[in-house]
């Protein structure tokens, strides 16, 4: 049986107090295993991206268990968290988010010098990576030099960096055109397949969701399996 990199157990989350409560989440139960690419699909305001920001770490349920590669993240310290999310898990966002002033190299180089890599090994994954991408000749670009599909293979490159067992990626195609987002959309794919990655991607695109191994949406609270 395949060893879940993930593991979201009743997990809920709310905001406000009172009579102005909330409920975003409303016992979610989530497992993804090893190599498993899953689409979470819905509406915007469904609760996708709160979903996301949960299992990577970077929001507190409001009850529920998180398990990541096994081991209990729910009360792990904030040292331990931010381990988890720099070794473990990789993050591509709907903006890029890139560093204006460093080049593509360097941006994809940053998340492995935050890590404690050395400066020449960093750069040398960082252009494997850019060239998995198809960007080995835009190195040296900045951000400003580049296409948005290009500024996004670089925030994909870069969310690979540390080697991560589980990518999450939230909307990752949709500032683009609807023929840039297809063009990168079938290259993160591949890459997610090629390194052997986990996967967890939220969209609203039904066609590029197909072609993930699982569909599931989060439906008044509620994550439901669209197969």
Excluded: C, W
């Excluded at 198809?134 to 670009?141: A, E, F, K, M, Q």
């Excluded at 909307?171 to 090629?194: C, H, I, S, W």
């Amino acid at each position: 049986m395949n060893k879940a990199v993930l593991e979201l157990k009743n997990i809920q989350r709310h905001f406000g107090k009172g009579e102005t409560i909330t409920e975003v989440l409303k016992g979610i139960d989530l497992k993804i295993n090893a190599g498993e690419i899953v689409a979470l699909i819905g509406p915007s305001g469904s609760g996708k991206s709160t979903l996301l920001q949960i299992a990577g770490l970077l929001d507190t349920p409001s009850g529920g268990t998180i398990f990541v590669a096994g081991e209990n993240a729910s009360k792990a310290s904030d040292k331990k968290r931010t381990s988890l999310r720099q070794n473990y898990m990789g993050f591509v966002y709907q903006a890029h988010l890139l560093l204006p002033d460093f080049s593509a190299l360097e941006n994809v180089m940053m998340p492995m010098l935050l890590a404690g890599v050395k400066e020449n090994e960093a750069k040398e994954r960082a252009t494997k990576l850019l060239d998995m991408v198809g960007l080995s000749h835009r190195l040296t670009h900045r951000s400003g030099q580049l296409s948005g599909g290009e500024q996004q293979r670089v925030a994909i490159a870069r969310s690979l960096a540390n080697n991560p067992k589980l990518l999450l990626a939230d909307e990752p195609t949709g500032n683009l055109d609807p023929k840039t987002a297809e063009t990168v959309f079938q290259m993160l794919l591949d890459v997610v397949r090629q390194t052997g990655l986990s996967a967890l991607i939220a969209t609203h695109n039904p066609e590029l969701a197909a072609r993930m191994d699982r569909r599931i949406t989060v439906e008044d609270g509620i994550l439901k399996e669209l197969d």
